[in-house]
């Protein structure tokens, strides 16, 4: 198993799309890359931990490759905004690639740079080591699931 997170906007969609990804095994919302311990989620959406809403995803290499996998997250952001997907603002919307294997720098780094060519403006994506990771309230875990009328960003359809 392979482990990498992912901060897309709102977590509610970037969760439920990434769930519904054949070899995904394991998601969860959360906090990472903040300076702040154990955020709530009121915490967070000050702005004042620096922390990023994100999908913590487990996943099967042999089933879907890390490459496959960014190629789907890409698909779901606008990686050219700042602190902004859809109509979420602030820094906790931000969109980043926060890996837990220093292994797999350099194929986030290609995949960027494949990216960018799609692009006339700078990719401002955040790509970093995991530096924190807090789960998020249970009651944000599977939240679409949950609540299927739930807001939502993100086509799920892609």
């Known amino acids: 198993m392979k ?6 906007g709102c977590f509610w969609g970037v969760e439920a799309y990434m769930s519904r990804i054949n070899g995904v095994v394991e998601t969860k919302v959360g906090y990472a890359n903040g300076h702040a311990e154990n955020p709530t989620y009121e915490e967070v959406c000050t702005g004042k931990t620096g922390h990023a809403e994100v999908c913590y995803v ?24 700042l602190n902004r997907q859809g109509p979420d603002r602030g820094t906790q919307y931000r969109t980043g690639i926060y890996y837990i294997h220093d292994e797999d720098l350099d194929i986030i780094t290609k995949s960027k740079e494949e990216q960018q060519k799609k692009y006339t403006s700078q990719i401002v994506t955040e790509i970093e080591p995991l530096n924190s990771f807090y789960e998020g ?16 960003h993100i086509d799920l359809n892609i």
């Open 3 to 8: 482990e990498i997170v992912f901060a897309g």
């Open 58 to 81: 487990k996943y099967e290499e042999d089933k879907i490759s890390l490459k496959e996998l960014l190629d789907k997250f890409w698909k779901i952001i606008d990686p050219t905004i």
């Open 137 to 152: 309230e249970e009651y944000h875990q599977k939240y679409l699931e949950k609540n299927p009328n739930g807001y939502c």
